[in-house]
């Protein structure tokens, strides 16, 4: 399995919330001073003298079925206050709370997310109100665990890999993969990039193939009459793909509304014609 980073703005090192949502906390506050072994200027401040609530960072994209791994550095000193949690728009995975040592503790929530998860949102909690019950917060950082891959691939001269359950892009200025939607329950079997660097993923012989006419950030379900396909390839103007029953080709866009359907061309006599091995 590979381990991907996500979020941004993560570290408060530049002091601010840039990509932070504040949900019930009374105030929240940027404080300089950093923990030891930590990284930039700042620390985040949590006040919730008046409410229980969270702060939390939502993504664009619900990772559906992925397993996610998220950890913060946390201090306070009030015990079963503090606890960070992973949620999926199902339900919510804890961490346990901290201590309430007023020391910093790292907490860690896993959670696998559900194959009909409507969100992927990290929340931190202060569960109980209170002026003297403030919380600091430093460092997080998630990883999200992809299975074996199927393939990379480029588009607009950026990296990609598509595993059999997510889909990745590399972020080159921070050196990390940036996932950009899981599958949840289907299994992607192949991955290619068409036509205006349009990319299509592969489901199987017996699902939709899914596609995505950006950089990977919205996606689309096949609703073409002929739509099931186990591998796709590009050949000039052409676009070839098969079920391993049935060789097809297709000389428009692919996506929804195209006039130019599928159409079958010849059947598949065995496995040395299986079309992985064109490239």
């Known amino acids: 399995a590979t381990a991907l980073g996500e979020w941004t703005a993560v570290a408060f090192a530049a002091g601010n ?11 929240w506050t940027q404080e300089t001073g950093t923990r030891t072994g930590g990284s ?10 008046g409410a229980t609530g969270n702060i939390n960072q939502a ?18 000193a009030i015990a079963s206050h503090c606890r960070i949690g992973i949620d999926d728009g199902v339900d919510v995975t804890y961490s ?12 860690t929530a896993t ?44 588009r607009s001269s ?8 997510a889909i990745a892009k590399w972020d080159n200025t921070n050196s990390q993969w ?40 919205t996606w689309v379900v096949s609703t073409m009459v002929t739509k099931t396909f186990k591998f796709m390839r590009p050949y000039g103007a052409v676009f070839w793909a098969t079920d391993n029953t049935t060789l097809y080709t297709n000389t428009g866009t ?16 065995g496995t040395s014609f299986n079309m992985n091995g064109l490239e």
Not at 254 to 269: D, K, M
Request: glycine share 8%; net charge negative.
């Open 111 to 154: 959670k696998t997310l559900s194959n009909t998860a409507s969100a992927t949102t990290f929340r931190l909690y202060a569960d109980t109100s209170g002026a003297s019950k403030t919380i600091d917060l430093d460092d997080c950082t998630t990883q999200v665990t992809m299975t074996t891959g199927v393939k990379f691939f480029e």
């Open 158 to 165: 950026t990296q990609y890999i598509c595993t059999q359950k």
């Open 254 to 269: 692919g996506l929804n509304g195209s006039p130019t359907a599928w159409s079958g061309v010849s059947a598949i006599l």
């Open 178 to 217: 940036i996932v950009l939607y899981g599958f949840g329950a289907n299994t992607a079997t192949d991955a290619t990039v068409y036509n205006d660097n349009n990319i299509f993923i592969a489901m199987g012989a017996s699902t939709a193939y899914e596609y995505s006419t950006d950089s990977g950030d």
């Open 59 to 76: 993504m664009s994209s619900p990772f559906k079925g992925l397993t996610v791994n998220l950890k913060a550095w946390v201090k306070t």
């Open 96 to 107: 346990s709370y901290h201590t309430g040592g007023d020391t910093w503790e790292q907490l």
């Open 40 to 49: 930039g200027t700042y620390v985040a401040r949590l006040n919730p003298s």
């Open 17 to 27: 919330f840039t990509s932070w949502t504040k949900t019930g906390i009374t105030s």
